[in-house]
């Protein structure tokens, strides 16, 4: 992979990459995780001397959120900036658009435990200012669409825009209740709260809604113990 690809995969300039391999510079901690996955690789730091333990909710709640990200995609997927639905989310970032993340990449940032596949749900402002900033971001995905359908197809993954929640919360809402949350090295993302997502799959109801309103109940309970 030479320097200009390297870039263009990362979204790093050439010219820092070129100061980094000549050791004019040290990189900091999320550049070079960025690098090192923009390759195809990833990179694991554990306490010495600790064993996981497998299976523990407690520890998997204890991950950071861009920890647990990697692992529900899984590490093909996750480990490549190429083909990771994550750079869906950082092409939205770097155009500015403005969008809550919700649906199952959301819960897992709260600490829901499952497999991710390659479906982003977020909720969009709607204004034509995102509405420009979106278009942007689309024609960098390459993506396409059905006419009047909510999901997009990009080479990366399907991204399905709302401008509501099923319970009826819009952007405005969802922001002033959302935390940011790191969901990758680098990438900083508004997530919908917990009672937000709550809300939006109790007024879904279907039997794999209950099942995640439980989970998520949970969660939200051991937060304020």
Not at 9 to 27: C, F, H, L, N, W
Not at 136 to 141: F, M, Q
Not at 144 to 173: C, H, I, K, N
């Amino acid at each position: 992979m030479t320097q200009h690809e390297l870039a263009a995969t990362a979204d790093v300039p050439q010219s820092s990459i070129a100061r980094i391999e000549k050791g004019r510079v040290s990189p900091r901690a999320d550049t070079l995780l960025t690098l090192i996955r923009a390759t195809g690789h990833d990179l694991s730091l554990a306490q010495a001397g600790v064993a996981p333990q497998e299976g523990d909710s407690g520890d998997w709640l204890r991950l950071q959120p861009a920890r647990r990200t990697h692992d529900a995609l899984g590490d093909r997927v996750a480990s490549d900036i190429r083909t990771s639905p994550i750079r869906m989310l950082r092409v939205l970032r770097r155009f500015n658009v403005p969008f809550v993340l919700i649906g199952d990449l959301a819960e897992v940032a709260h600490g829901a435990r499952g497999t991710l596949g390659r479906m982003i749900e977020i909720c969009i402002a709607q204004t034509d200012v995102a509405a420009s900033r979106l278009a942007t971001a689309l024609d960098e995905l390459g993506a396409s669409r059905t006419s009047g359908s909510p999901v997009v197809e990009t080479a990366v993954g399907r991204l399905r825009l709302w401008s509501r929640t099923a319970a009826g919360d819009d952007y405005d809402l969802l922001d002033r209740n959302a935390t940011q949350v790191q969901i990758d090295v680098g990438l900083l993302v508004a997530v919908a709260s917990l009672e937000d997502l709550i809300r939006h799959r109790r007024s879904r109801g279907g039997a794999g809604d209950l099942v995640s309103i439980g989970i998520l109940q949970s969660i939200a309970d051991d937060s304020i113990r």
